[in-house]
């Protein structure tokens, strides 16, 4: 008699600890549910310059190492400055500074491999409306505040994510295996 109370009371807790899995699952919100496959999510873009000079940051989180093949693993957050001079000399050196939520962060702007472009991949994410970054080449600084280019009627990314989920719901399903993106 005693075995079978004792039986009972795990197959309750068994069905209990479904339960609770399935709910507390289902609690997740649109962009948790897909976390394991978005390998890059940017929450801000940030525009500044002066004359021919155009700076930008991008600011989000992305896994790491970075490679689009549908799963995403050790998301972390970023922030990348993006200087495109007047004039692209690969061979010119680029210092910068930038003030990330009142963090200051600073190195070198490395050459894109492909694009007329200098860059630099800070391990910090941006929350605020702005992000100044002094740019120093030659000896000579130039300081950008960079302003970020969302309004109030934009979407944010979970509308985004839900919007695309419907409208490119065939899409993706070609791209599904076994359930898996």
Known sequence: MRYKK?????????????????????????????????????????????????????????ENPYILDGHAAGARVFTLITL???EYVAAKTYAYTANIDGKEYSGELLPHPFGKTFSADINARCASDTVVCRITEGGET???????????????????????????????????????L
């Open 6 to 62: 004792v039986c009972a009371l795990w197959a309750v807790c068994a069905v209990f600890t479904v339960f609770s899995l399935f709910y507390l699952t289902a609690c997740k919100s649109a962009l948790e549910k897909y976390d394991a496959q978005i390998s890059e999510l940017r929450t801000n873009v940030y525009s500044g310059g002066a004359g021919n000079v155009k700076v930008t940051a991008i600011t989000g989180k992305r």
């Open 84 to 86: 495109q001079p007047a």
């Open 142 to 180: 130039v300081e950008y505040s960079l302003k970020s280019v969302k309004t109030p009627d934009m979407i944010d990314e979970v509308k985004a994510l839900e919007i695309a989920r419907v409208r490119l719901k065939k899409q993706i399903k070609t791209f599904e295996a076994g359930g898996r």
